[in-house]
């Protein structure tokens, strides 16, 4: 059978497709920009009319509002249960109708290969059209696809010509392997309004930036800070530096533009650029069809603290909602309300440390304003109750705000109390060793 002819044996309609949906099933939508768009909106129609409950669907790095949870009763009858959150994820947990994962994004394959995770009734996601070899690429998505389609009892492709074929292994996945096919809507790829840039996050990316040198490898994360370290790099004299990140945002497309990039001095994958997924402008998804720069692969071999520490000079840099003077890092929540996840943030710390000449970076703003137009320290004596300690304080390499970068490997907690204070806004340092002192990890030697 010709591959053209089995892929039309499996075509189904998106309204079909909803109806092989089952009261109790868990349902996969993917991952991050791939979002099965006709099949959701088909699922919704029919849930509007039907009894179906007791649905739990799962993915996370959600880019657009999945339709199903617009129904007045979905807090009732359907549950999101989110790998790592946005903003999107977040407003469906604080609705009531969803939770978080507690995951190393690097373990997240072998949770479905190993039967940990449940395993789904149904995984769908969207997939650039099937190539002459019966293939059908996941594009910026790849990151545990491959691990989704080996557990799920039923798998379902929607095709969308929007998806750039993105370069890499485990990287595609064959008409062979498929139960059906919905050819979709074609809807644009969700693309993030670029972040703003503020003026601290400025100072701090200048900071980091001064850190870098010629040949590191570097990973950014997501959000305004390490978005303006990437347009910083581009209009640097920095050079050959290499990229190895979880998560490829547009800085990387500009210091790629710019000449920053060749990957010249990496031991692995050298020239290229090595990434899980990607999520960012129209410009970027172009950018990354068909790219022979660049290579993705699954997760657990991005994220792997061995391959990390393996390449030297590896730059990390990770943003964080708050930090203690113990030196323990909340990357996750503000308190007991879920803001994110664990990510990749760990594997990261680690391997960065670990690698020859390596650094890590946590950044984050020394204060924040609140709803009610107050400043607070994002430094804090201990972190809130209910705060999760995403980086342990041995862990945590280099901390970085509008006012400096301070080491504390190797600190005692009295230095370690002296040095973040030295870090937190001017206002708050006074009351900040107060409670240094009420904790026992401040020395009269210390400065005042």
Same mark, same amino acid.
């Given at each position: 059978?010709?591959?053209?002819?089995?892929?039309?044996?499996?075509?189904?309609?998106?309204?079909?497709?909803?109806?092989?949906?089952?009261?109790?099933?868990?349902?996969?939508?993917?991952?991050?920009?791939?979002?099965?768009?006709?099949?959701?909106?088909?699922?919704?129609?029919?849930?509007?009319?039907?009894?179906?409950?007791?649905?739990?669907?799962?993915?996370?790095?959600?880019?657009?509002?999945?339709?199903?949870?617009?129904?007045?009763?979905?807090?009732?009858?359907?549950?999101?249960?989110?790998?790592?959150?946005?903003?999107?994820?977040?407003?469906?947990?604080?609705?009531?109708?969803?939770?978080?994962?507690?995951?190393?994004?690097?373990?997240?394959?072998?949770?479905?290969?190993?039967?940990?995770?449940?395993?789904?009734?149904?995984?769908?996601?969207?997939?650039?059209?099937?190539?002459?070899?019966?293939?059908?690429?996941?594009?910026?998505?790849?990151?545990?696809?491959?691990?989704?389609?080996?557990?799920?009892?039923?798998?379902?492709?929607?095709?969308?010509?929007?998806?750039?074929?993105?370069?890499?292994?485990?990287?595609?996945?064959? =008409? @062979?392997?498929? %139960?059906?096919?919905?050819?979709?809507? !074609?809807?644009?790829?969700?693309? $993030?309004?670029?972040?703003?840039? +503020?003026?601290?996050?400025?100072?701090?990316?200048?900071?980091?930036?001064?850190?870098?040198?010629?040949?590191?490898?570097?990973?950014?994360?997501?959000?305004?800070?390490?978005?303006?370290?990437?347009?910083?790099?581009?209009?640097?004299?920095?050079?050959?530096?290499?990229?190895?990140?979880?998560?490829?945002?547009?800085?990387?497309?500009?210091?790629?533009?710019?000449?920053?990039?060749?990957?010249?001095?990496?031991?692995?994958?050298?020239?290229?650029?090595?990434?899980?997924?990607?999520?960012?402008?129209?410009?970027?998804?172009?950018?990354?069809?068909?790219?022979?720069?660049?290579?993705?692969?699954?997760?657990?071999?991005?994220?792997?603290?061995?391959? =990390? @520490?393996?390449? %030297?000079?590896?730059?990390?840099?990770? !943003?964080?909602?708050?930090?203690? $003077?113990?030196?323990?890092?909340? +990357?996750?929540?503000?308190?007991?309300?879920?803001?994110?996840?664990?990510?990749?943030?760990?594997?990261?710390?680690?391997?960065?440390?670990?690698?020859?000449?390596?650094?890590?970076?946590?950044?984050?703003?020394?204060?924040?304003?609140?709803?009610?137009?107050?400043?607070?320290?994002?430094?804090?004596?201990?972190?809130?109750?209910?705060?999760?300690?995403?980086?342990?304080?041995?862990?945590?390499?280099?901390?970085?705000?509008?006012?400096?970068?301070?080491?504390?490997?190797?600190?005692?907690?009295?230095?370690?109390?002296?040095?973040?204070?030295?870090?937190?806004?001017?206002?708050?340092?006074?009351?900040?060793?107060?409670?240094?002192?009420?904790?026992? =990890?401040?020395?009269?030697?210390?400065?005042?």
């Amino acid at each position: 059978m010709s591959f053209q002819t089995e892929y039309q044996k499996k075509l189904i309609t998106a309204e079909n497709a909803a109806k092989l949906v089952k009261s109790g099933d868990w349902v996969d939508l993917g991952w991050a920009a791939t979002h099965p768009a006709s099949f959701d909106g088909a699922l919704t129609e029919l849930a509007k009319n039907s009894d179906l409950r007791d649905l739990n669907f799962r993915g996370g790095i959600l880019c657009t509002l999945p339709q199903i949870f617009t129904l007045p009763d979905a807090k009732e009858r359907f549950t999101w249960n989110s790998w790592h959150s946005t903003g999107i994820d977040r407003k469906i947990i604080d609705a009531g109708c969803g939770f978080y994962i507690p995951v190393r994004y690097s373990e997240l394959p072998n949770y479905y290969l190993s039967g940990e995770a449940t395993a789904p009734d149904i995984a769908i996601f969207a997939v650039s059209p099937m190539d002459e070899n019966g293939k059908f690429n996941f594009g910026p998505s790849v990151s545990h696809m491959r691990a989704v389609i080996k557990a799920a009892k039923m798998v379902i492709l929607e095709v969308n010509n929007q998806i750039p074929v993105c370069l890499g292994d485990e990287n595609s996945v064959h =008409i @062979s392997e498929v %139960d059906f096919v919905i050819e979709g809507e !074609n809807p644009a790829l969700p693309a $993030l309004s670029e972040a703003k840039i +503020s003026e601290t996050d400025e100072k701090i990316a200048n900071l980091i930036v001064n850190e870098i040198h010629n040949g590191s490898c570097i990973q950014l994360g997501i959000g305004g800070m390490p978005n303006a370290v990437g347009k910083i790099i581009a209009k640097s004299d920095l050079k050959h530096l290499g990229v190895h990140t979880e998560m490829y945002v547009d800085g990387f497309m500009e210091m790629s533009l710019a000449g920053k990039i060749d990957g010249s001095q990496k031991p692995i994958d050298r020239g290229l650029q090595t990434y899980t997924f990607a999520m960012g402008s129209q410009k970027l998804y172009e950018f990354l069809h068909e790219n022979p720069n660049l290579r993705t692969t699954s997760v657990d071999k991005i994220n792997d603290i061995s391959v =990390i @520490s393996a390449i %030297d000079n590896f730059v990390s840099i990770n !943003n964080a909602v708050n930090i203690d $003077l113990f030196g323990q890092v909340n +990357s996750e929540s503000a308190a007991t309300r879920h803001i994110s996840g664990a990510g990749g943030q760990l594997d990261f710390v680690m391997g960065a440390y670990l690698s020859k000449g390596g650094k890590s970076f946590i950044c984050c703003s020394s204060t924040i304003q609140a709803k009610d137009g107050s400043v607070k320290s994002r430094i804090l004596p201990l972190l809130d109750h209910g705060s999760i300690v995403t980086a342990t304080r041995a862990n945590i390499h280099y901390f970085v705000t509008e006012f400096g970068i301070a080491n504390l490997k190797g600190a005692t907690t009295w230095q370690r109390a002296e040095r973040i204070i030295n870090l937190a806004h001017p206002n708050f340092r006074d009351e900040l060793i107060q409670s240094a002192e009420k904790i026992g =990890i401040w020395r009269k030697s210390n400065k005042k």
